[in-house]
């Protein structure tokens, strides 16, 4: 059997990086020897590199929605794999309205793709991409590997996925972003792995402080849009995972919290192993 993991390629939550900080959500699955990757935010493609993988074998995106620090790079992730040998198709499943930024991005590289295509003899990138609308229900069923979707609690979005990635050896579940989410207590049932967003409550203050928005939207964003460690955790219970995986962490750099004080977030809550996502932290499953 293929080796199964998961790799957290990116584990901030919001689009900014500053120095010293994490990249912005990206994953890659690897289940039953298929590598899927999960957003694509700023830095996906150096992720996937560090974990080995050869872009010009890439056959396999999943975005959750399009907030840019979930597709931001996308398109130089598909492109650079193109540049990197890719010549076999692409498939990308993501909400309405990615297509727009994908055809977008062919109109800007246009120059570029025709003269590699003319001086280089590289295949039409423009044929090698096939985007598919994703909607609730199951999103793809092929080979092994069944994948389904749920629309999660994100406004102002509100075609926002989790998303389910099962094969008859392994359950992985992706809460993209959301509030807490009542539906994914029975979308995640006993899965290996829950992978899901989190914000430490005490520690947000101190973020809005740092970033210095002295607007008050951003705040009720997070309040409304986003979940609690300690939420996430019981949606694990509640669930009956194996294992929790905390991501998309809001703060996810700020010196004066550690992991311990995730942990402390959860206690009470959740009793299995809690991992605190960091930028290449492999999973085995």
Not at 10 to 35: D, E, F
Not at 154 to 174: E, G
């Amino acid at each position: 059997m293929s080796e199964n993991y998961v790799a957290l390629l990116g584990t901030k939550g919001g689009p900014a990086i500053r120095p010293g900080s994490s990249m912005p959500t990206s994953n890659l699955y690897v289940l039953n020897g298929r590598q899927i990757v999960v957003d694509c935010g700023l830095g996906v493609t150096k992720g996937l590199v560090d974990q080995g993988m050869q872009l010009k074998d890439l056959s396999l995106i999943f975005v959750t929605h399009l907030h840019s620090d979930h597709y931001l790079e996308l398109g130089p992730l598909l492109h650079t794999s193109w540049t990197a040998g890719l010549k076999t198709p692409v498939d990308v499943y993501g909400p309405p309205g990615l297509s727009d930024y994908w055809t977008a991005f062919l109109l800007s590289m246009k120059a570029d793709i025709d003269l590699r295509m003319e001086d280089e003899g590289r295949p039409d990138l423009r044929e090698l991409v096939k985007v598919h609308v994703i909607d609730a229900g199951i999103v793809m069923d092929r080979d092994g590997l069944v994948v389904s979707a749920i629309r999660s609690e994100h406004p102002p979005l509100v075609d926002c996925f989790a998303l389910s990635f099962k094969t008859a050896d392994v359950h992985v579940v992706c809460s993209g972003d959301t509030a807490p989410l009542a539906a994914l207590e029975d979308f995640a049932k006993g899965a290996d792995l829950l992978v899901h967003e989190a914000m430490l409550e005490s520690a947000l203050p101190a973020l809005m402080a740092r970033i210095g928005n002295s607007s008050d939207k951003l705040m009720a964003h997070w309040l409304r849009s986003h979940t609690f460690a300690h939420d996430a955790a019981k949606t694990a219970t509640q669930a009956g995972v194996k294992r929790l995986a905390l991501s998309h962490l809001i703060p996810s750099d700020d010196p004066h919290y550690s992991e311990a004080d995730w942990q402390v977030a959860v206690d009470g809550h959740w009793n299995g192993e809690l991992i605190v996502g960091k930028d290449g932290l492999k999973i085995a499953l």
